[in-house]
């Protein structure tokens, strides 16, 4: 009987790792997202304010997909134009830091 405790003791300890594990990498964000592009990108009242289409509305992107490859997006973000700041804003982000965002964007809204 004992035993018995023992394993399903275990058995709930693993499930509840595997479990939180399995949250984690669902919720996972990027980081440089999270910190510097979702201020506009994610709707809110910078968003609204700046026009910047939100990464939840995926019909507010096919303008941008359609127009522009992602060499020509990444080329946009990473040097500015007078549509976009400069890597967004973050000049202390990397050109890849940028890259990765964009492309996390990507796989949000395509
Ligand atoms: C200050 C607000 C703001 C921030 C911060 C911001 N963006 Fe944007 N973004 C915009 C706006 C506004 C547009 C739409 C520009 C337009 O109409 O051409 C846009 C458009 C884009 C596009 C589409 C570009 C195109 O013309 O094809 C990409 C990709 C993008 N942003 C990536 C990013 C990334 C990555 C970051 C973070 C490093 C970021 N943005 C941070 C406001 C912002």
Redesign the pocket.
């Known amino acids: 009987m004992e035993i018995h405790k023992k394993v399903l003791k275990n058995a709930i300890v693993v499930f509840v790792l595997i479990a939180a594990l399995s949250t984690t990498s669902v919720l996972a964000e990027d980081k440089?997202?999270a910190d510097?592009?979702s201020?506009?990108?994610t709707g809110g009242f910078?968003g609204w304010v700046?026009?910047?289409?939100n990464v939840k509305e995926k019909d507010k992107w096919q303008k941008?997909i359609e127009?522009?490859s992602i060499t020509?997006?990444r080329e946009?973000?990473l040097n500015g134009?007078d549509?976009?700041?400069r890597?967004?804003?973050?000049e202390t982000?990397s050109n890849s830091d940028?890259v990765d965002?964009?492309d996390y964007?990507m796989s949000l809204v395509k």
Do not use: N
């Not at 700046?50 to 289409?53: E, I, K, M, V």
């Not at 890597?87 to 973050?90: A, F, L, Y």
């Open positions: 440089t997202f510097v592009c201020e506009c990108h910078k700046s026009g910047a289409p941008f127009r522009d020509k997006m946009i973000v134009t549509d976009h700041k890597k967004g804003g973050c982000c940028v965002a964009i964007m």
